[in-house]
Each structure stands twice: as C-alpha cells, then as structure tokens.
C-alpha cells in the first residue's frame, strides 16, 4: 500500500524527531535546563515547555480530545521567557511532555490514509472546501518542522 | 487519490520551508551574513553554503543527476566554518542556491508516489530489502527538518 508507506515514513519523522528532543531535555541537568541558546534568547527549560503546549495543542487540532494541559500556555505559549517568574517545576514539565506525547502518539497511529486527510479543528468546512490541503497530514509536517527548528536551537549549547 | 494528497502536503512543506530560507538568505545584507547564530558559532553565509551544499548532494540521493556544485563540499560540508579562509563570494552562493533548488524542485514535483517509495542511492539492495523505509520521501522529509532545523538557528540572529 503506497499511502501506507507514505503515512509510516512521516510518522517515522515525528517519533524520531521527539525522540531527538526527549534525550535532550530529559537528559539536561537543571543548570543546563537553565542555559540560554543564545545571549538574551530563550532557556532550554522555556523551549521544552513551549514544546509541551504546542504538543499538546495538537490533540484537539487533530480532534484527539481535550487538552491534557491547558495551563502550559500561560508560561510557554502567550508569553516570553522570563515573563512569568515561577515557571512550573522540571519534574512536573518532564510528566506533562511524556503523558501528552504518548497520547498524542497513540492517536496518531490510530489514524487510517482518509482520516489524516480530514480537515484540522481551527479550519471551517467552508474554507477546507476551498483548500483540501488544510488538512491533519498538514498538521503533523508542520508541528514536525516546528520541533526541528527548536531543536536547531538547543544544539547550540552543547560544547 | 490519497497519496497523491499525502505527497503534495510533503512537497508543500518542502517548498514553504525552502521560501522562508530563501527570503532569509537573499534578503540579508553582507554585514548580516557574516553574524553568527550564537558566539562562537556559524556564520549566516556558512548556513547558506552548507544548506546550498546539502541540497546539492540531494540530487544524486533521489538519482535526478549528477551534483551541480560539488565544490561547495569543501568550504560548507567537510570543514567547520573558518576553517576555509577564503568562501565563495555570496553571489557565487546565490546562484548555486538558486540553480540547485530549482532543479531539484523540478525533479522532486517528477516523481509519481511508486517512484518516491524507490530506494534512495545511499542504501543497499539488500539493506532496502530489509528495510524499505529507506526510500526517497523519507530523504523529503528528513531535508525539510534539516532545513528547519537550522532555520531556528538563523531565527536567533533577528532582532
């Protein structure tokens, strides 16, 4: 089945790709969780929790259900580092980024070819009718590219 | 048809992503080019050179022909950044980005969805016997993240 392999090599890229950022910050100490990427720029510990909120974001996007942690955004989404003094605690970030990409994952896999070419929560019927592209396939690329871009990030700490 | 769809989205965000690279790089003045992402990091231009190098090498890798510039191999690919005392003027760079990107667009929009899910040259028989994943969109995918992935990095220098 050609769509079949198409769908398993891009979701092969999205486990590969979490995997990537799961060995880093799981790993990083909680100096290195502190680091800036750049001068000025974000902290490792923002751009994992940035992440989790844009993970988790995607499961009603792609109608999984309800979002497992909606209070992510407030530190990690609608503001910038350092906006917001008390960030939530390492170990509660590192449980809210494997609990929602297992279920995120789960979902995922559970999608057949017709289901991913469905159209995405925040498109109307009206303009998914006028492009069929807007769809949840779109959705997986596009959060793909976006944890890659980050991760380009993070690997300017090391050495 | 499903996996004509799954393959447009694919070259979609291939071709969103090569734009936004393409407005960052032309767009930038000489001075810019030479910032680094972070201290001590790489250059602008040697991004632009290394991703110009990489799409090069893509050419061969899907079999759509020989490299066009293999020189950029040297200055942007096998030596870090500095390590070359002289790279190419940027001009040189931008027109090899732009002679690269368009003929590999042209062959990347040639391919029917058989075709992507052909082995790419840097596998096997064997090994792809054993593992078809290792075909030309999953070399798609894999350059789209690489291209983001380094794009966040350029990210950095704005502002």
Redesign the interface.
Known sequence: M??Q??????L??WKS?VERADRLFSQASEEQLQTE???G?NRLIYLWGHLTAVHDRMLPLLSLGERLHPELDAPFLSNPDRAIPELPKTEEIKKSWNEINSSLLAGLESFS??E??QKHASVSDEDFAKD??R?R??IL??R???L??????T??TSK
Chains 1, 2 share one sequence.
């Open positions: 050609t769509e392999a198409l769908l398993t090599s891009a092969n890229s790709t990427v750049a001068p720029k070819a017709t991913w070419l069929p592209s769809n396939f779109a690329l596009s793909t590219n976006h890659s871009f980050h991760l380009g990030q690997a300017l």
